[in-house]
């Protein structure tokens, strides 16, 4: 079968991500410092880094990238291997393009086929009907599904959405799923409207996909050699951590994505409200950067890392980890300020 234009778009974006990743992120965690306590008091044998969600073993989760081209579908296929490896909870890449084209979406399966027992969450986009959400669902035998909002990325695109009146649909999804459904934004942020907005649809898991991560106004652009779009929106959005200054007062469980770049960078995100983290364009490079073992022995680092910071920090689990003392940069005091926000 040749490659559709939807397909070839999948390669396009992998190919782009990679391009324009950045070491250094700007989603804010450098402007977050967390206070040393000498006298901690802590075990690191004793450290419970299980989180309050679903039946998770980790904090942090591989978060939606890949799917819906031939070179992408072995990525998922990797993606999979390295999930089941770590006992980590992954989302797939946006299925909108199998249920398009049906013989898609055994690059979506993969996923399934190479972690058979783990905690896979499907993807689609907010547009999507209740029906499709069923439909995504099954195609991975999905544990929970992923619904995505992003309208910075389909106002870019030449052929994008040009209609984004979803909350129907979103509510129509969440009344009807038969797994559990976390709203995710993909790079814009949220604000504590949307995330009261959100919850008002009857949503109990909000990702906040903050800016400083992948950048799909930046990709969309060069994909149409129109850098006056890049010019306006390169900065445009709400980064990570504002948008979990945003949600402070959440009823729902927050997943914190976007430019995490180190397992501190995890840490500060949990301290900050977040129920799990979010990984997913670092993950990329490593593996093409590295390949699948080096990919795998990262991970693996930050799973032992993690129990270590916690108990440097004397918190004996999630919860102790939110009462460690912060310190805030001037401009995030600002941006709280402005936006009346407490600084907890």
Do not use: C
Not at 198 to 223: S, V
Request: proline residues 3%.
């Amino acid at each position: 079968m040749s490659e559709s234009i939807q397909s070839h778009r999948k390669d396009e974006h992998l190919f782009l991500a990679e391009k324009f990743f950045q070491e250094h992120s700007s989603a804010g965690f450098d402007q977050v410092r967390l206070i040393h306590t000498p006298l901690v008091q802590t075990n690191v044998q004793d450290i419970d880094v299980s989180p309050n969600v679903f039946d998770w073993q980790w904090p942090f989760f591989i978060n939606a990238m890949t799917g819906g081209s031939k070179q992408t579908g072995e990525y998922n296929a990797r993606l999979g291997r390295l999930a089941h490896a770590l006992h980590l909870a992954i989302a797939t890449g946006s299925q909108s393009v199998a249920l398009r084209e049906p013989a898609l979406a055994k690059t979506f399966a993969t996923l399934r086929e190479n972690d058979p027992d783990g905690f896979i969450l499907a993807n689609l986009g907010a547009g999507a009907t209740w029906q499709q959400a069923h439909d995504a669902v099954a195609m991975i035998d999905a544990n929970a599904l992923e619904i995505h909002v992003n309208v910075v990325q389909e106002a870019v695109m030449p052929e994008g959405d040009r209609d984004y009146r979803w909350l129907d649909n979103i509510a129509d999804i969440i009344t009807h799923s038969k797994v559990p459904v976390i709203v995710k934004e993909v790079g814009n942020g949220m604000t504590r409207e949307a995330i009261t907005q959100i919850e008002g649809l009857g949503a109990k898991y909000i990702d906040l996909g903050g800016r400083g991560g992948t950048n799909f106004a930046q990709i969309e652009n060069a994909r149409t050699n129109d850098p006056q779009v890049l010019e306006d929106l390169a900065g445009f959005g709400q980064s990570t951590v504002e948008s979990l200054l945003e949600a402070q007062k959440a009823k729902a469980q927050l997943f914190a994505t976007g430019g995490v770049r180190t397992v501190f960078d995890v840490i500060k995100a949990l301290r900050l409200g977040a129920s799990a983290v979010g990984v997913a364009g670092l993950v990329l490079h490593w593996l093409i950067k590295l390949g699948d073992a080096q990919t795998q022995a990262k991970l693996e680092s930050w799973q032992q890392e993690l129990p270590v910071l916690m108990a440097m920090l004397g918190a004996d689990n999630l919860e102790a980890l939110k009462q460690v003392p912060v310190v805030y940069s001037s401009e995030l005091v600002n941006y709280a300020q402005q936006r009346e926000l407490k600084l907890l």
